[in-house]
């Protein structure tokens, strides 16, 4: 089955700083999903982006799906933005299922 | 806004017991899902269903089964609770093919005794 690699695996910045989280998947995907759960369980879709850009606030995503890849983009980060972000792939026509990465925590002191 | 929800936050039983979990959702979406959350593990899809009486084997099936009456619930069933089902039980839904940006309710975790 396919792989999909999130990196790095844990993150602790200040507020105010912007990061990039990155997601690998190992084969040809139609439908990708961002995710961030928050420090109570909840999860939240950031993004469905199967390619190109989207930006929603502070938050940026850009999927290059010809190469495997994703990013998301966080700018300016508050304390609210700390949880576990995940991305989640679909990887042939038809399936209904997502394939989660195992995720990135991020933390985000004051 | 979309809103999956589901029946209970925390939940406590004891091995062997028959456990119920209830998601509903209000947005007459096909697809419902069953996820569980371990530490390490990650989300593992259980089962899911794209139509009401239509279900479908995720990765981890074994020790669980599901029912979709009605479109907007979908129940997952432990027919005998053991200590290994101790998780956090996650459902979600998404509206159908070609719409399938993925809601989630906000978990229960169980622990089985």
């Known amino acids: 089955g396919i792989q999909v690699e999130q990196s790095p695996p844990d993150l602790i910045l200040q507020e105010g700083a912007n990061s990039t989280l990155r997601c690998n998947f190992s084969?040809?995907?139609?439908?990708l999903q961002w995710f961030h759960q928050n420090p109570w369980g909840q999860l939240i879709n950031l993004f469905y982006?199967?390619?190109g850009t989207k930006q929603n606030g502070r938050l940026s995503a850009t999927t290059v799906a010809t190469e495997r890849y994703s990013l998301l983009y966080i700018s300016s980060s508050q304390t609210t933005d700390s949880g576990v972000y995940f991305c989640?792939?679909?990887?042939?026509?038809?399936?209904?299922?997502?394939?989660f990465g195992q995720g990135t925590r991020l933390t985000i002191n004051p | 806004d979309v809103k999956v929800t589901q029946s209970s936050r925390y939940l406590v039983k004891r091995t062997g017991e028959k456990v119920f979990l209830e998601c509903v959702q209000d947005?007459?979406?096909?697809?419902m899902f069953w996820y569980r959350q371990d530490p390490g593990l990650g989300l593992r899809l259980i089962y899911f269903?794209?139509?009401?009486?239509?279900?479908e084997k995720g990765d981890i099936p074994e020790g669980y089964s599901v029912s979709r009456e009605k479109k907007e619930r979908f129940s997952l069933i432990l027919e005998s609770a053991s200590t290994n089902q101790t998780s956090m039980y996650l459902c979600?839904?998404?509206?159908?093919?070609?719409?399938?940006?993925?809601?989630f309710g906000s978990g229960t975790q169980l622990s089985v005794l």
């Open positions: 979600a839904s998404s509206l159908g093919p070609r719409r399938e940006k993925l809601f």
């Open positions: 947005m007459d979406h096909e697809n």
């Open positions: 269903s794209y139509d009401v009486k239509m279900k």
């Open positions: 084969d040809s995907v139609n439908n």
């Open positions: 989640a792939v679909r990887y042939y026509q038809g399936a209904q299922k997502l394939v």
């Open positions: 982006i199967p390619s």
